[in-house]
């Protein structure tokens, strides 16, 4: 007989929303005014499987600001626009076990040590192709576009304080520059840097771009090819061994699947072949990873046994 089983999803979804709500631990990100005045209340799960199923829990609407989170579909682009040999001239694969706004290149080569922080993605933008900065902008909101399946757009205040306040990004640029590790429109890409940080996603979108990358580079909504799927393999390496910042050794032992977190609060998770999973949450541990984030990614790892490794 054909027994129509349930997914197990939305009562895990729900169960852990409900569990971690009263968790208060962690502080929003105040570098800027912009994202420091964000309801640290706001929570969200989301889960999309490569077949398109979406099950989602909480404020899954909400629109922040992607940060980060961005810097692995820049690193993407990258790859595509310039193939994989040339961008690891220009940017590494290690992670470094340094705060993500290091200052700190590899002292051989004079790349930024991976894609995943600030420096290699400053770096990786500035491979980005098009004559001039609107060309770049829009190859770069169209390659979003794919991801997520709908048009999106810059939260124009977050982007101007972050220009307005960046100098320590500005000063990686410089020292890249110094080393000829990027080319002289360091401004113009640093705008293209801060706009794509001021990206605004929710958390449902995340969670469709993590499933774009678990389903080889193919929305599982709309189809759209967002990626080549021969470069899935270099974006999911670096995220797996640098996404978490300080803490990806730790998230890579414990929790066991590609994923990026980001400022704002949110984290995008990987499942290769099966799906994509976001979390977002503003307040943050020392690292700048989501606490309630990494607390959810880590107990749907265990109960629906995702770790890579994993023997069952
Ligand atoms: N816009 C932020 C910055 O460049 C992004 C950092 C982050 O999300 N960790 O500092």
Same mark, same amino acid.
């Given at each position: 007989?054909?027994?129509?089983? &349930? ?6 979804? /729900?169960?852990?929303?409900? /569990? ?28 999309? !499987?490569?077949?398109?199923? $979406? ?15 961005? /810097? ?18 220009? $940017? ?5 076990? %340094? &705060?993500?706004n290091a200052i700190i290149l590899d002292e051989q080569s004079n790349r930024p040590l991976n894609p995943m922080v600030? &420096? ?8 980005? /192709?098009?004559?001039?900065? !609107? ?6 909101? %169209? ?7 709908? %048009?999106?757009? #810059? ?9 307005? !306040?960046?100098?320590?990004?500005? &000063? ?11 080319? =002289? ?26 499933? !774009? ?9 709309? =189809?759209? =090819? ?11 390496? #670096? ?15 414990? *929790? ?20 994509? *999973?976001? $979390? ?5 541990? $020392? ?15 265990? =109960?629906l046994g995702l770790h890579l490794f994993e023997c069952s």
């Amino acid at each position: 007989s054909l027994e129509i089983v &349930a997914s197990p999803f939305p009562d895990v979804l /729900k169960e852990l929303h409900s /569990k971690y709500k009263s968790l208060r631990d962690g502080l929003v990100a105040n570098y800027i005014p912009e994202l420091a005045k964000v309801n640290p209340d706001l929570f969200s799960i989301c889960i999309v !499987t490569v077949d398109g199923q $979406v099950y989602e829990v909480g404020d899954y609407e909400q629109l922040f600001t992607i940060q980060s989170i961005s /810097k692995v579909f820049a690193y993407g682009l990258a790859l595509e626009d310039h193939g994989r040999d040339y961008v690891l001239t220009r $940017v590494g694969v290690e992670p470094t076990g %340094d &705060a993500f706004n290091a200052i700190i290149l590899d002292e051989q080569s004079n790349r930024p040590l991976n894609p995943m922080v600030n &420096a290699g993605a400053i770096a990786t933008t500035s491979l980005i /192709k098009g004559a001039g900065a !609107t060309e770049r902008l829009n190859r770069m909101l %169209d390659m979003f576009r794919r991801y997520i399946g709908h %048009d999106v757009f #810059v939260d124009i205040s977050v982007f101007t304080s972050e220009r307005s !306040t960046g100098h320590r990004n500005r &000063a990686m640029a410089h020292l890249m520059l110094n080393f000829g590790m990027i080319d =002289q429109n360091i401004e113009e890409s640093l705008d293209l840097y801060f706009q794509q940080c001021a990206v605004m996603v929710n958390c449902r979108d995340l969670a469709v771009m993590a499933a !774009t990358l678990a389903n080889r580079g193919i929305n599982p909504i709309t =189809q759209e =090819q967002a990626v080549k799927s021969c470069y899935i393999k270099d974006i999911l390496s #670096v995220m797996y061994t640098c996404g978490m910042y300080n803490f990806a050794g730790e998230w890579a032992y414990k *929790i066991g699947i590609p994923a990026k977190s980001g400022v704002c609060g949110g984290i995008l998770a990987v499942v290769p072949n099966q799906m994509g *999973i976001a $979390v977002f949450s503003p307040p943050l541990d $020392v690292r700048g990873n989501s606490v309630r984030g990494v607390k959810v990614c880590e107990e749907l790892s265990q =109960q629906l046994g995702l770790h890579l490794f994993e023997c069952s």
